[in-house]
């Protein structure tokens, strides 16, 4: 049975740095596209970032880009997600998700509907 698990989460001060991990199992890691999406409360869930199989290539929203890095371990069929200089607003609950091909470079990676698993997610509160 695949399953996500979403880690690392937890109450950190603005400005400061976080690493979240999501741990899969039940597919052939190195077969699938990853993403992390983010939902606050209140809100839609969001999309982040997403990276290819072989980790070549990734796509980050304009809000993230420079603070956030996505990056896979297959060997450890992980995908980690490093925040840094934390905003408040980024407070929300983080997703991981897989698919086949989220074919990134074009729009297609941004959709919640592109991704066929989904974690349960972990929250992260960044405080002022």
């Known amino acids: 049975q695949v399953q996500l698990v979403e880690s690392g989460g937890g109450l950190v001060q603005a400005g400061g740095s976080l690493r979240l991990s999501c741990a899969t199992s039940?597919?052939?890691?190195?077969?699938?596209?990853m993403a992390w999406f983010r939902q606050a409360p209140g809100k839609e869930r969001d999309f982040l970032a997403a990276i290819t199989w072989s980790g070549d290539s990734t796509d980050y929203v304009g809000s993230v880009k420079g603070r956030f890095t996505i990056s896979r371990d297959n060997a450890r069929n992980t995908v980690y997600l490093q925040m840094n200089s934390l905003k408040p607003e980024d407070t929300a609950v983080y997703y991981c998700?897989?698919?086949?091909?989220?074919?990134?470079?074009?729009?297609?990676?941004?959709?919640?509907?592109?991704?066929?698993?989904w974690g349960q997610g972990t929250q992260v509160i960044v405080f002022s």
């Open positions: 998700a897989a698919t086949v091909d989220a074919r990134l470079g074009t729009s297609y990676s941004s959709y919640r509907t592109s991704y066929k698993y």
């Open positions: 039940g597919l052939t890691f190195r077969n699938y596209d």
